[in-house]
């Protein structure tokens, strides 16, 4: 029986009954995604917390099936080749590892093209595997749920730009609205004839009709796609940015017209080194440019995000019944990393408890990040004590999970640095710490010291452990301690409890009770 939230929150707290506890939930454990794309052909496995599922395989390979599809109506000859070798060898890898099945979809040029049912017939007959080919409102649809995915809150304007097609979706309230597809992907534009002047004016003209038809759409855009990704890398490499994370990564529309302009006056071989840009997609970048710089001025967004999330994760969320796309990612990422990788799994909830007087005013944003770095204080233990630290910080910051920014990812990462060492100068993740402000700093200071001394006070999780009680205005922090958890409040613990008092600038006070 599905356990309500009055039942979830007796039994849990704040957290919520754990996905992977839901019968339901595990069922999505394990599932196999191919993406039958125009430029590229991938296979995703998702494994691990439901919610927010970790890439247990994840591999492409560049066919460009829709090369000169434009002039011949058909698939690329030698990408129908390539195209079929991966999906045999992704069959296979799928059938070794003991998936039910492959979800598989195949978007704008199989769709298109004349030979496109001749093509899934054959895959069919040599793999065994069933292709979906999906319409452009479909295509546009699964991939806003992907965002979806990422973001259970957004609202804004999706556009995936494919190798054929480039999709538009608006999302907001959980929920895929009005939605369209375009043939301005890449390979599309590469064909058309009369040089740039003549491509420009065309994706003008369509970008305008798209406006219409979409209406204005000035909230965020979310770019979904990867020559939006290797766009991001390249602004990246222009502000000289020092989280190479991509997803969550945010970008102004005066960011974008900069490292157009950076792009166009670079050397690509040199750029594209430097950034970690494949061949293929650096050939594909100024067609891919004209229609980013377009889209911007078209619509107008108050800022732009990547989102490493789209068709393939969409589908992912497809088979999500409704009270697991409503839980937050953030939170079952983190509570199914304590469940695995924690000394003391569960304590993670106690802890939050105990911290929390110290945030009595934060707002719900942070209240989560607080929580996430409750789950996640004890789950890099494994580390050698020296490298503990760092290796928090980098779990954190590197980490597949959705639903955090960038500042985000810092904020918990240096929470869980204080975890196990005062101090934070010196290391060689000191540049990541711009992208947070010094309030936020402190913040996560104060949260890192209470973690730590609280992990001093381990106990069975039905016996009392002590409690905070924090007094701003008088700058004084209180202890009050039951005489059952006495003999943990050693000298150890008591530095612990001062770093965390002076980290409050504040007096401090011990209460023994019972």
């Known amino acids: 029986m599905e356990q309500t939230g009055e039942t979830d929150t007796a039994d849990y707290g704040p957290f919520g009954r754990p996905l992977f506890d839901d019968p339901g939930a595990r069922a999505l454990a394990r599932v196999g995604v191919v993406d039958v794309g125009s430029n590229s052909v991938r296979m995703v496995i998702f494994d691990g917390a439901a919610r927010s599922p970790a890439y247990f395989f994840n591999e492409k390979v560049m066919c460009e099936l829709g090369a000169g599809l434009s002039d011949t109506g058909r698939l690329n000859p030698l990408g129908r080749e390539r195209a079929l070798a991966a999906l045999h060898r992704f069959q296979v890898l799928a059938d070794d590892l003991g998936l039910p099945a492959l979800h598989s979809v195949a978007t704008a040029a199989v769709r298109e093209a004349k030979d496109g049912p001749e093509f899934c017939k054959e895959v069919k007959s040599k ?4 292709i979906n080919v999906v319409d452009g409102e479909e295509e546009a649809r699964l991939s806003a749920q992907g965002v979806l995915l990422g973001w259970p809150g957004a609202y804004g304007l999706i556009c995936d730009i494919g190798g054929s097609s480039v999709e538009l979706a608006e999302i907001g309230d ?8 375009s043939a301005l992907g890449p390979l599309k534009l590469r064909d058309i004839k009369g040089g740039r002047r003549a491509r420009k004016a065309h994706i003008k003209a369509t970008m305008e009709e798209m406006r219409d038809q979409m209406g204005p759409q000035k909230d965020r ?14 602004d990246m490499l222009r502000r000289n940015y020092p989280l190479n ?4 990564y945010r ?33 594909l970048m100024p067609y891919a440019m004209d229609v980013l710089s377009r889209l911007i001025r ?26 697991v796309r409503d839980r937050d990612p953030l939170i079952e990422a983190s509570r199914f990393a304590e469940a695995k990788d ?12 105990f911290v929390m007087p110290l945030f009595k005013s934060a707002p719900p944003q942070k209240v989560r990040l607080i929580k996430a770095a409750c789950l996640l204080h004890d789950v890099s233990w494994r580390a050698h004590p020296d490298y503990r630290a760092e290796a928090c910080f ?26 196990y060492r005062n101090k934070r100068e010196g290391n060689r993740f000191a540049p990541l710490y711009e992208l947070l402000d010094e309030r936020g700093q402190n913040e996560a200071e104060i949260l890192g010291k209470a973690l730590r001394f609280g992990a001093m006070l381990w106990m069975q999780p039905d016996a009392a452990m002590g409690k905070l009680r924090f007094f701003p205005k008088k700058q004084e922090l209180d202890l009050i301690l039951p005489k059952s958890a006495a003999p943990l409040f050693n000298e150890v613990a008591e530095a612990r409890f001062k770093s965390l008092a002076n980290a409050l600038n504040s007096d401090t006070r011990i209460i023994m009770q019972g």
């Open 394 to 419: 980098e779990y954190v910051t590197r980490a597949n999970m959705s639903g955090l920014k960038h500042s985000e990812r810092v904020f918990i990462g240096l929470a869980l640095q204080h975890r």
């Open 245 to 248: 994370v991509l997803h969550e």
């Open 174 to 181: 959980g929920k895929v609205g009005r939605r369209m597809t």
């Open 221 to 234: 855009l979310f770019l979904v796609g990867g020559s939006w990704r290797a766009f991001a890398r390249l």
């Open 342 to 353: 924690a000394r003391l799994p569960g304590f993670g909830k106690h802890l939050f408890d």
């Open 251 to 283: 970008m102004s529309n005066k960011a974008v017209r900069d490292t157009i302009k950076f792009i166009e006056n670079g050397d690509p071989d040199k750029l594209r080194s430097q950034a970690g840009v494949s061949s293929s997609r650096m050939a």
């Open 298 to 323: 078209t619509f107008k967004p108050k800022d732009i995000a990547i989102s490493s999330y789209g068709i393939r994760e969409g589908l992912l969320f497809e088979q999500m019944p409704r009270r």
């Open 127 to 130: 793999t065994g595997l069933n």
